[in-house]
């Protein structure tokens, strides 16, 4: 029998490819064969990790600049595989949200899969290619004071399903939503929101998940590849949550 879940021969762009979750990505699409282009705004990370790995190369661009994007999608000739990954948080209750962080984090979280999808449209349909979102949980039910973040997440997987329904046989498209994942952007808000008690939000943080531990970025990684894969051929407009239980509890 074949090797499963390869991507021999195939082109996969991953967006925030740079690091956490991305990164993960990156890593395990490129040893199931594919080349893969790391988008992201970090120049360091991204070409570091280019430089790692076979067959990579990385991608300078701001989700956010539609001029950007679409430059840079008119570089690409081929494409088969989109990863939407690129995201940020913010903490806060719709009282604790200003109209300048609300509109920042639909502009990254919103706005920048739009563009992407947008421009590299041409090219995936050219391809019958894979669309894999990165969601959240937080787009699927309410995690308290994350008004914004889950506001951002709902639309992606709003967006996931709507393009399902467009282009049910020209293209796959898929949603994943994890729980809450170990990566940089973890250590990150624990470093902006929790420094003097980063233990014990980090232990509160693993409990979340009724399985009793934050997931790990490769875990989300091997689910985006077996997504776009020719195996998963029958899946599109699929939600799939990878959390420890969060939404079964």
Excluded at 78 to 99: F, H, K, Y
Aim: hydrophobic share 40%.
């Amino acid at each position: 029998m074949a090797t499963p879940f390869r991507l021999d021969g195939k082109i996969a762009l991953v967006t925030g490819g740079a690091s956490g979750i991305g990164e993960a990505t990156c890593r395990v699409l490129t040893d199931a064969g594919a080349s893969v282009l790391i988008l992201d705004i970090d120049r360091a990370r991204a070409e570091a990790l280019a430089g790692e790995l076979p067959r990579a190369s990385a991608v300078i661009c701001d989700i956010t600049d539609e001029a950007q994007v679409r430059q840079t999608f008119a570089s690409i000739p081929t494409l088969d595989i989109l990863i939407n990954n690129a995201g940020i948080g913010l903490v806060g209750s719709i009282e604790e949200t200003s109209r300048e962080d609300f509109e920042r984090i639909m502009r990254v979280n919103v706005e920048g899969p739009f563009l992407v999808t947008k421009y590299a449209l041409p090219q995936l349909l050219a391809s019958r290619g894979s669309i894999v979102f990165i969601g959240s949980v937080a787009g699927l039910i309410g995690v308290k004071r994350r008004f914004a973040y889950c506001a951002s997440k709902g639309a992606i997987v709003a967006m996931a399903r709507q393009l399902t329904v467009d282009y049910p046989t020209q293209l796959r498209v898929n949603c994943i939503c994890p729980g809450t994942v170990h990566t940089p952007f973890v250590e990150a808000y624990l470093e902006k929101y929790h420094k003097n008690e980063k233990d014990k939000v980090r232990e509160e943080l693993n409990r979340r998940q009724p399985i009793g531990r934050m997931g790990r970025p490769e875990e989300v990684a091997y689910l985006a590849l077996y997504l776009c894969s020719s195996e998963a051929e029958f899946a599109t407009g699929s939600v799939v949550t990878i959390d420890g239980g969060w939404t079964a509890a």
